[in-house]
T-cell receptor, first 116, second 115 residues
């Protein structure tokens, strides 16, 4: 099956710093990538939808200036958490899909962000 | 907003028993998917059932979909300790355009299978 990787798998940073998380589709071209956030013992909440070459579409309540998304190529999307604060600590998961792959999305392994 | 509701929130069974999890949703869907997540890990896609399908099987998994009741169930037969995980349903909207591919996840069921 299609493989999606995320890097880093975990990161600890100080409050006020910015953190970049990469999401890569390794063996297929992803026309669309999605970014989710998951708090402990909770479900996944969609943050934004990212289409290659265009601006990301953010879900209601998600600050686009705080969570910068770049989908520069068909195999790479990045999420940058700017000026991170402890409340941004969460598990961030990306998924990738392609119209040619029908409705299935392929999920990355997630990135655990801890902001001190 | 989360439209998927799952029950039970937690399920504890013995190895060999069957586990049934239910999911309800609110809006029209194109398909419904079930995922498994081991603690602190990414999601594993289990099965996809389209809106015009009523039942689907994959190994020890059986999924049903009742679009009139806007509900689905996941049955794991002859459970194993390795099935211990959180299980999520996710719905894909019945609309194209900007809604393409967007999944709405249920709250999840935490399944514990005791050896």
């Amino acid at each position: 099956g299609a493989v999606v990787s995320q890097h880093p798998s975990w990161v600890i940073c100080k409050s006020g710093t910015s953190v970049k998380i990469e999401c890569r589709s390794l063996d297929f071209q992803a026309t669309t990538m999605f970014w989710y956030r998951q708090f402990p013992k909770q479900s996944l909440m969609l943050m934004a939808t990212s289409n290659e070459g265009s601006k990301a579409t953010y879900e209601q309540g998600v600050e686009k200036d705080k969570f910068l998304i770049n989908h520069a190529s068909l195999t790479l999307s990045t999420l940058t958490v700017t000026s991170a604060h402890p409340e941004d600590s969460s598990f961030y998961i990306c998924s990738a899909g392609s119209i040619g792959l029908s409705n299935e999305q392929f999920f990355g392994p997630g990135t655990r962000l801890t902001v001190l | 907003s989360q439209q998927g509701e799952e029950d039970p929130q937690a399920l504890s069974i013995q190895e060999g028993e069957n586990a049934t999890m239910n999911c309800s949703y609110k809006t029209s869907i194109n398909n419904l998917q079930w995922y498994r997540q081991n603690s602190g890990r990414g999601l594993v896609h289990l099965i996809l059932i389209r809106s015009n399908e009523r039942e689907k099987h994959s190994g020890r998994l059986r999924v049903t979909l009742d679009t009139s009741k806007k509900s689905s169930s996941l049955l794991i037969t002859a459970s194993r300790a390795a099935d211990t995980a959180s299980y999520f349903c996710a719905t894909a909207p019945n609309a194209g355009g900007t809604s393409y591919g967007k999944l709405t996840f249920g709250q999840g069921t935490i399944l514990t299978v005791h050896p």
